[in-house]
């Protein structure tokens, strides 16, 4: 049985029973922010993403780093752009790493239909961040057990943000269903100690 987390506000109790390393905040853009960064947003030249076994119809485009799922290495991305430089403070203060941590940012523009299927983030990077614009959507996450799947999930509404870390981040799996009305997400990614230590921050950037 799935059980579905109400959040109101900065409820990280609720959160953290539910699910150990999830932080949620609503309202963390304001509507002006909000209405700017959806501009901001649409002018990028975000491309269908391609993967077996992933639903196809996001599009998204990474700044700073970027995954290759093909070759499957963190590679070279365009320079945050200002918009993106201008948010990571917010967004590590939140999520108590120093801003130079967060060294990858992906979009995802979901139009209705589009979602993202069950996965781990790649073990690469560490911290995850999103903030979510445009329309409420459900995150959901699951874990397998011997007898079948331990299941919750959030709403995660328009200009809100969560943290995946711990547990959230490491041992479940997430996803977010297709919903009906555009929606975008800027997720802001750490590097993992384990990546770091085997590649010289020099070969990365
Ligand atoms: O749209 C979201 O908030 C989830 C995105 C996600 O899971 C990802 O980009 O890895
Ligand atoms: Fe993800």
Same mark, same amino acid.
């Given at each position: 049985?799935?059980k579905?987390v109400?959040?109101?506000g900065?409820?990280e109790?609720?959160? #953290?029973?539910a699910?150990?390393?999830?932080?949620?905040?609503?309202?963390?853009?304001?509507?002006?922010?909000?209405?700017?960064?959806?501009?901001?947003?649409?002018a990028?030249?975000?491309?269908?993403?391609? &993967?077996? !076994?992933h639903? !196809?119809?996001?599009?998204? %485009?990474?700044?700073?780093?970027?995954?290759?799922f093909?070759?499957?290495?963190?590679?070279?991305?365009?320079?945050?752009?200002?918009?993106?430089q201008?948010?990571?403070?917010?967004v590590?203060?939140?999520?108590?790493v120093?801003?130079?941590?967060?060294q990858?940012?992906?979009? #995802?523009e979901?139009?209705?239909?589009?979602?993202? !299927?069950?996965?781990?983030?790649?073990?690469e &990077?560490g911290?995850?961040?999103?903030? =979510?614009?445009?329309?409420?959507?459900?995150?959901r996450?699951?874990?397998?057990?011997k !007898?079948?799947?331990?299941?919750?999930?959030?709403?995660?509404?328009?200009?809100s943000?969560?943290?995946?870390?711990?547990?959230?981040?490491?041992?479940?799996?997430? =996803?977010?269903?297709?919903q009906? =009305?555009l929606?975008?997400?800027?997720t802001?990614r750490?590097?993992?100690?384990?990546?770091?230590?085997? %590649?010289?921050r020099? #070969?990365?950037?």
């Amino acid at each position: 049985m799935e059980k579905q987390v109400a959040l109101f506000g900065e409820t990280e109790p609720t959160a #953290n029973e539910a699910l150990s390393g999830f932080r949620y905040r609503k309202e963390f853009l304001s509507f002006k922010e909000e209405r700017d960064l959806a501009i901001e947003l649409s002018a990028l030249d975000l491309r269908p993403f391609e &993967f077996q !076994g992933h639903l !196809g119809n996001r599009r998204v %485009t990474s700044f700073g780093l970027k995954y290759d799922f093909g070759r499957r290495t963190v590679d070279p991305a365009p320079a945050f752009p200002r918009f993106i430089q201008e948010l990571v403070p917010r967004v590590a203060a939140f999520a108590n790493v120093a801003s130079e941590q967060f060294q990858q940012v992906g979009v #995802n523009e979901y139009r209705p239909g589009a979602g993202i !299927g069950w996965h781990k983030d790649k073990p690469e &990077f560490g911290i995850i961040a999103g903030i =979510s614009l445009l329309s409420p959507a459900t995150m959901r996450f699951r874990r397998s057990t011997k !007898g079948g799947w331990d299941r919750v999930s959030f709403d995660l509404e328009p200009r809100s943000i969560y943290i995946l870390s711990g547990e959230a981040r490491l041992l479940w799996e997430h =996803s977010v269903p297709a919903q009906e =009305s555009l929606r975008y997400s800027i997720t802001f990614r750490t590097l993992s100690e384990r990546f770091l230590a085997k %590649t010289p921050r020099a #070969n990365v950037i």
